[in-house]
């Protein structure tokens, strides 16, 4: 069973930058494809983006694409995501995921989950 652990988040200006990592231990990340969703208060979690265990393939969600970007590091067995152009709207708790299969957008499809990191953008 495979646990990941988020960092990376904080207190950030519009048009700022931040990376997140999502580091696994109790497996080996490159056998599970890893989505990073997050979530707002009183709304639904979302996907983000992800990328999937041969690595081959991401995923970015529309709201997303050509500011954030997935990618992962094999021998640090970690997921990151960086993002850029951070807008107030990203604002929200994100969270890694994991699953043995390919990537879904569904939240609910995935079998293991961090605790999140707090990402505030300021206006």
């Known amino acids: 069973q495979v646990h990941l652990a988020e960092s990376g988040g904080g207190l950030v200006q519009a048009g700022g930058s931040l990376r997140l990592s999502c580091a696994a231990s109790?497996?080996?990340?490159?056998?599970?494809?890893t989505g990073w969703f997050r979530q707002a208060p009183g709304k639904e979690r979302e996907f983000v983006a992800g990328i999937s265990w041969s690595g081959g393939s991401t995923y970015g969600a529309d709201s997303v694409k050509g500011r954030f970007t997935i990618s992962r590091d094999n021998a640090e067995n970690t997921v990151y995501l960086q993002m850029n152009s951070l807008k107030p709207e990203d604002t929200a708790l994100y969270l890694c995921?994991?699953?043995?299969?390919?990537?879904?957008?569904?939240?609910?499809?995935?079998?293991?989950w961090g605790q999140g990191t707090q990402v505030t953008v300021s206006s």
């Open positions: 995921a994991a699953r043995s299969r390919g990537i879904l957008y569904q939240a609910a499809k995935y079998d293991y």
């Open positions: 109790g497996g080996t990340i490159s056998n599970y494809s």
